[in-house]
């Protein structure tokens, strides 16, 4: 064996066996609905286990910008801070861990995140988006 093969040998042994340390875990998050019609916001999966994650958004839309904001909730019922004169969400009062902005129809974002037990809130805050339904929750385990 040369040492270049030896060394290649090695270094896949050492990326094979720390590979899953780097995983993340992947939830894709389908958004949708048209302007005065139902709105949705639908994850693959709505439980997973705490650690580094990666959000797939897709916006399945033909006509309607869309966007997505993950926070974390103080708890599982925690009452949503709706601004009902401007139908948004009061995002000043939640804890943002990011978003993924103006997906135009068809289009594609990622977020990653660091994600802790606890309650999740996913949603769109685009006028109106949020109270025709645009929302998801997802919970996190130890």
């Keep these: ?21 780097f995983a993340a875990t992947t939830i894709k998050v389908t958004e949708g609905g048209e302007g005065g019609g139902p709105m949705t916001l639908a994850l693959d999966r709505t439980t ?3 650690g ?4 797939q ?4 839309a033909m006509s309607e910008q869309h966007e ?6 103080a708890s599982a019922d ?8 401007k139908h948004r969400v009061d995002e000043k009062q939640l804890k943002s861990l990011g ?9 594609d974002g990622r977020l990653k995140a660091k994600l802790t037990p606890g309650a999740y809130l ?5 006028k109106g988006h949020y109270e025709a339904g645009m929302q998801a929750r997802l919970t996190v385990t130890k």
């Design 99 to 107: 978003e993924v902005a103006d997906l135009k129809p068809g289009g």
């Design 1 to 21: 064996m040369t040492p270049l093969t030896r060394y290649a040998t090695v270094l896949t042994a050492v990326l094979l066996i720390s590979a899953p340390a």
């Design 52 to 55: 580094d994650a990666v959000f």
């Design 122 to 126: 996913l949603f769109c805050n685009i």
């Design 48 to 50: 997973v286990k705490a």
């Design 78 to 85: 925690e009452k949503i801070p709706l601004n009902t004169a």
């Design 57 to 60: 958004v897709h916006n399945d």
């Design 68 to 73: 997505m904001i993950l926070v974390k909730l």
